[in-house]
């Protein structure tokens, strides 16, 4: 089992920066791959962006190419999502996913959930 926790959302106006975190424990960390999804009110919930277990690999969104960078550091457990030159259209809970596969953009490709954190970016 792995427990995710995610933190560092909030409200921030259009064309600001946040920093989502992810911590994990149980499992060693190291051993998934782990992506950001999000969810706005009344649609579904989509891929972000994806980080393999070494950080050798990532991948983006169409949406957030650019503008989000994902970063992990296995020594603390955790993963981030640097979002910069925010949106209203950003707005969503921000969940982040672990995989002991190799990452994928479907939701079905993840085993573990975190609980999620609100981002909310005004104009």
């Known amino acids: 089992q792995v427990q995710l926790v995610e933190s560092g959302g909030g409200l921030v106006q259009a064309g600001g920066s946040l920093r989502l975190s992810c911590a994990a424990s149980?499992?060693?960390?190291?051993?998934?791959?782990m992506g950001w999804f999000r969810q706005a009110p009344g649609k579904e919930r989509d891929f972000v962006a994806a980080i393999s277990r070494n950080s050798a690999r990532t991948d983006y969104a169409d949406s957030v190419k650019g503008r989000f960078t994902i970063s992990r550091d296995n020594a603390k457990s955790t993963v981030y999502l640097q979002m910069n030159s925010l949106k209203p259209e950003d707005t969503a809970v921000y969940y982040c996913a672990a995989t002991p596969q190799s990452y994928s953009s479907l939701r079905n490709g993840y085993n573990y959930w975190g609980q999620g954190t609100q981002v909310t970016v005004s104009s």
């Open positions: 149980g499992r060693t960390f190291s051993w998934y791959d």
